[in-house]
């Protein structure tokens, strides 16, 4: 069952209308005459589906569009939730390997790439690789965007300059007031601390520099993180990127997972900053938010969903530089998937017969299909089964919720308060608000706590 009946709230306290949705339509109704509540501007082509990827049914690569570059899986931190912490290690990567790399590229890659990736563990371990595969690349293709994502703690003004000259787009990864959490906080560095805002001051005017924080049950507020890179780089239009709810890719993972308990709390948190504002300039809620009124104002089918990743794609493909294709930029080519499947998925000489057998599409998710954050969420981590998968799907509908809720206000003024259809009990009270009696019977709603305008 995809369609859902909404009841809703006036900011207030008011009750309101009850809402239909449909999941696989993105068609929001009035549940008593069945009319739109939104107008429709466009309408996406009915054949826009995209490959539904799985063990049985692999998804094939080509000539990449995105090409993410492995680098080894080496850092000099360790991180509570890093999703690599215990992904085995293939052999390291050196400078020898960067020419073989270069000069078979033309074998299969037939267009330049638009965007080219460089991954670690931390990458700046592996700067004497990096600088001449950069290089390298960029006078090969000179209109690529290139990214690395670094913890910062390796920077300093010989490496910003050139990371500046590169052009690269550079994400911080620092969860601002919750990094005590994750791990070592290079801004107690005062050397570190100078050479991060160095490369932030060089790099934010050309908007090429963002900081990269997660939440976690220990790390909840954006509001909080937020206020925080503000106040670090006293830019009012800091850019933060990332900024939605771990995955629990390991026991770490698991450990700052959203217990049961303080979903609802965590929910109503969230809405507030979100309709207040105060969580505008991280990417998670911001481009989300769009993302998932646009889908109701587009009437975007689910069939044209790829995972949140976007590593199911035939055109987005995750290397290192002996050639092996791979799952995604978080694995090794000695790992081994959950089901089973190695993630070393082919080769580059060979890549028309790579197959990315180690994932499962959401459409092939028992629960996914019939749920009402579906167009937000996209399956959550692609490659996770069993408890890991179950903890990191919870996370993500409680992270999901808020927006949906955002989303739906913003577009009828109504806020999401309770949710009917084919959907754990567990999940259908959206911010806590319901009472019954000991039996299950009367259900009441207390009145909703955020006011109609945000202070």
Known sequence: MSTFLIHTLIPGGREGPTLCYDNQTSLLTDSLTGQPVVKSFASEPANNHVFATSKDTPAKKNSPRVLKISLGLSCNYECEYCSQRFVPRAAETNPAEVQSFIDGLDEWVTLPPERIEFWGGEPLVYIKTLRPLAQLLRAKYPRAHFSVITNGSLLNADVNEWLDDMEFSVGISHDGPGQHVRGPDPLDDPEKRAAIMDLYQRLAPKGRVSFNAMLNR??????????????????????????????????????????????????????????????DRVSGVRDRVASFINSIRLQRLASSLAQKCGMDSTEAIAVDLRGNVLTCQNVSAQSTAPNGESHRIGHVSSLASVELRTATHWSKRDECPKCPVLHICKGACMFLEGPLWEASCNNAYSDALPIFASGIEFLTGLVPVFIEGDIPEARKDVFGLTHTNAKGEEVTRKPFPVPVVAA
């Open 218 to 279: 220990s790390n909840i507020s954006r509001a909080a993180i937020q206020q925080f890179f503000t106040e670090l780089t006293g830019d009012p239009e800091v850019m933060i990127a990332e900024g939605a709810f771990v995955d629990a890719y390991d026991p770490g993972g698991l450990a700052l997972s959203l217990p049961s308990s303080e979903a609802h709390a965590f929910r109503r948190s969230s809405f507030q900053e979100i309709r207040q504002g105060k969580a």
